[in-house]
């Protein structure tokens, strides 16, 4: 495996099943990032996990968890979602100052 | 706070015809500004960034795009448009989160689809 990888790609989920999405990257980078894209909307980052800080975006819901257990792996745990959480999920990582994140492909998540 | 706009979130162009996706930013301090690509299907992929070297960049694929502080502007180009071009294109501008770790946390538009005709 090369690059950023994320699993599953797709996933649908009632309301009250709890799931996790998993990001893997490549890169040996030490920091790594989880975005929603919304249709019509900006991505928007969610939270930011470096080796010593986790820097979240406090308007995510609780609803949404993240675990970073190393700095190759990235999880965001899943409980209670509600259907406009709908979205692509996309997990990034980067290493360095100059902001060039590399993108995995990204799970395509429908809450029925 | 830094912000992004594109503007038009729909662009068709003709196959051979010039490609411009503008976008413009505001920022209180000096912006490293991007440019990313989306494929169908596809994760986001950098096309090329602005760091404060040179006004002009030149990225991938033979787009490139030109850092215009007075009119707060980094409009993306490329002469002439090939079918593989169709794609979601999302700029970027970025402000750093953490403490002494300096990650960039970019702020993105909300994308400009670029239909090519042919």
């Known amino acids: 495996e090369t690059g950023v990888t994320q699993t599953p790609r797709h996933l649908v989920m009632g309301m009250t099943n709890k799931k996790s999405l998993k990001c893997e990257q490549h890169?040996?980078?030490?920091?790594m990032y989880w975005y929603k894209q919304s249709a019509k909307k900006p991505l928007e980052l969610m939270f930011v996990y470096s080796l010593e800080e986790r820097v979240e975006n406090n308007s995510v819901p609780s609803r949404f968890s993240p675990e970073c257990p190393n700095s190759s792996h990235l999880f965001l745990h899943l409980h209670t979602l509600q259907p406009e959480d709908s979205a692509l999920y996309l997990c990034a990582s980067s290493q360095d100052r100059d902001g060039e994140q590399f993108f995995g492909p990204g799970t395509r998540l429908t809450v029925l | 706070a830094q912000s992004v706009t594109q503007l038009g979130s729909h662009v068709s162009v003709s196959e051979g015809a010039l490609v411009l996706l503008r976008c413009n930013y505001s920022s209180s301090v000096p912006p490293y500004l991007f440019w990313y690509v989306q494929y169908p299907n596809q994760g986001l992929q950098l096309l090329l960034k602005y760091t404060s070297a040179a006004t002009l960049v030149k990225g991938i694929n033979g787009f490139e795009a030109e850092f215009k502080k007075s009119e707060t502007s980094f409009h993306l180009t490329k002469p002439s448009a090939h079918m593989s071009d169709a794609a979601e294109y999302f700029c970027?501008?970025?402000?750093?989160?953490?403490?002494?770790?300096?990650?960039?946390?970019?702020?993105f538009g909300t994308g400009t689809r670029l239909t090519i005709i042919p």
């Open positions: 970027a501008v970025s402000e750093t989160v953490g403490s002494n770790f300096g990650n960039e946390k970019l702020t």
């Open positions: 890169l040996g980078h030490n920091a």
